[in-house]
């Protein structure tokens, strides 16, 4: 059975930093592409880092490029979302996704306020 669960979200300050996990089960994130999407209040949800199935290659959202970076422990079968300089904007649910599967994460709450 194929599951994700992140964690790592809380309450940061505008500038601050904070890095997400999502810990897989019943699939191997070193061969399967995985990404990163978030859904802030009113809004609908957006696509904020993919990465492939092999490889180090990586896409990141405009509004994020720079700040965030998606990275993967193959031996903990884990994806991260390394998030710095964060801003009031970042405000959102953060979901882990498995394309392949259709997978998603029950989400973890980023909030970026002073």
Do not use: H
Not at 23 to 50: D, H, I
Not at 77 to 95: F, G, H, R
Not at 101 to 107: K, R, S
């Amino acid at each position: 059975q194929v599951q994700l669960v992140e964690s790592g979200g809380g309450l940061v300050q505008p500038g601050g930093s904070l890095k997400l996990s999502c810990a897989a089960s019943g699939f191997s994130v070193s061969s399967n592409p995985m990404s990163w999407y978030r859904q802030a209040p009113g809004k609908e949800r957006e696509l904020v880092a993919t990465m492939p199935s092999f490889g180090s290659s990586t896409n990141y959202a405009n509004s994020v490029k720079g700040r965030f970076t998606i990275a993967r422990d193959n031996t903990k079968n884990t994806v991260y979302l390394q998030m710095n300089s964060l801003k009031p904007e970042d405000t959102a649910v953060y979901y882990c996704k498995a394309p392949r599967f259709g997978a998603w994460g029950q989400g973890t709450l980023v909030t970026v306020s002073s």
